[in-house]
């Protein structure tokens, strides 16, 4: 058996569709184990057997489409990439907050990952790389300094579409717990 999180794109807690009891029911229905919720925006951790990620994700996306209309947006990823993620420390030194928010956007198995980040590079406000393992953009936002995140995540839904979500670090590290701690 294997932990995994799947991270869903454009929940809204303000919907009763997608409430948190209801979102976990899908998983339920699924067979899947030990499914719990991470804060209300559409991060659910659970057991299942160890099986093919985007198989998994579609199986997902489709009994969320079904049972609760939800559009799209599933991604899918093991307690172990996210551990490994979290312990290769891409934000040494920073540390998130009100004025600067660190993030990772994760895109879909098979995305092709980019070529050059080398326009985004920007110390105050920009990417600082792409995790291969975890499939994710790790960006710094600087919140006093406008326009270039807007810049990079119209990038990313661009080159991406809908097959990308982001998380804060914090958010992340709270996944990571949860999975950890069943």
């Known amino acids: 058996m294997t932990r995994y999180a799947a991270l869903l794109r454009g929940i809204m807690p303000s919907n009763p569709a997608m409430a948190n009891d209801r979102l976990r029911g899908v998983l ?26 985007p198989t998994l994700e579609a199986t997902v996306q ?13 991604i899918i990823r093991s307690l172990e990439e996210l551990r490994a993620l979290l312990d290769s420390d891409p934000f040494p030194g920073l540390t998130h907050g009100r004025g600067t928010y660190l993030t990772a956007t994760f895109v879909k198995d098979g995305a092709a990952p980019p070529t050059d ?32 995140t807007t810049e990079f995540m119209a990038w990313l839904d661009r080159t991406y ?13 709270r996944i990571v717990r949860r999975l950890e701690n069943p």
């Open 161 to 173: 579409g809908r097959d990308i979500t982001t998380r804060t670090w914090l958010t992340v590290q």
């Open 62 to 74: 489709q009994a969320l489409h079904e049972t609760l209309g939800i559009p799209g947006g599933t």
């Open 117 to 148: 980040l080398s326009e985004w590079a920007d110390p105050a406000s920009g990417v600082v790389g792409f995790d291969a393992e975890a499939r994710a953009f790790l960006a710094v936002t600087d919140n006093s300094v406008e326009g270039r």
């Open 28 to 53: 339920h229905d699924l067979g899947m184990e030990q499914v719990a919720s991470v804060l209300a925006s559409g991060n659910l951790v659970f057991t299942a057997p160890e099986q093919d990620v």
